[in-house]
């Protein structure tokens, strides 16, 4: 039997803008999806899901999860049509649009299927692999979540639109801060969220072109801010770049809730993360205090929450 994780992420800057060519940051968190793979005698692949989710998760994943597993195979050059496999799901990590969860299992199958296989993958070539199993999930992937998910830590990825190797570095921070991730329980198709927006950027180019210079120079301060462990700064930019993303159309009125409540309860910053249209929102909640505030002020009205340390 074969086995390998991948992470969760927290997307802090550039969702969407990361499409384009922008530069983006994401943080992977504690929890992971560990994925076994076990031959089977009769072919074809069956899996068995056993990973916590939001209510309806799972279902509204279900057809892009057998696409993204047809091309995860496809990749490794895994013939089943003679001698199967059994695929199983399990793992800490909640399936909510926003933590990375598709690409968290396409990178816990990748390991598994290295190791039952003995590919020898090294992770970038584990990367590779759940890059073609994200195209499953939506036709136009960045590959910051597959590399959040592959390599943990703090990374700054820019993706290079004429098709060489996208920028990956390690972004160490001086000493590990806190978030609160909440899920507004909604969970957004992000083939349909990139596609509308999309369809924005190439009617209203002007407009577009401005948001992307704002973002441009959020996410250039950003990278200094984590450099100099400016925290502050930091939450200031998470804020301003949360503002573009309601400009863009992906904020939601739940998404809101939660940027306003957390921001309230003394959040540095709070942002929508990930595709938007519900999914999660991130807050920056240095020290255990100001977290435990924030995360028991989100659940007493009733959202799903949890506490990560980042920069670990
Ligand atoms: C989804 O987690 C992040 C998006 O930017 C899409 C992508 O990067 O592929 C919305």
Known sequence: MGRGSGFGKVILFGEHFVVYGFPAIAAAVGSTTIATVRR??????KITDNRPAVPGYKKKKLNEQKVSIDNILRFADIDV????????????LVCASGIGASAASCTAIARALSDEFRLGWDDNKVNACAYEGELGYHGTPSGID??????GGIVWYKRDLNGGDPTIETIKLKEPTDIVIASTGITAST?????????LKEEKTKWWDQIAEDYAEIAETARKGFDDMDLQLIGLLMNQNHNLLIEIGVSCVELEELVGVSRQAGAWGAKLTGTGRGGNMVALTPGRDLQN????????????????RIGV
């Open 40 to 45: 089977i005698s009769e072919p074809g692949w």
């Open 81 to 92: 049509s003679q001698e199967g496999l059994h695929i199983t799901l399990g793992g800490k």
């Open 146 to 151: 597959n590399t959040a998910a592959t390599f």
């Open 191 to 199: 083939k349909e969220v990139v596609g509308d927006v999309r369809k």
């Open 293 to 308: 505030n924030v995360f028991g002020i989100i659940k007493q009205r009733g959202f799903s929450a949890w506490r990560y």
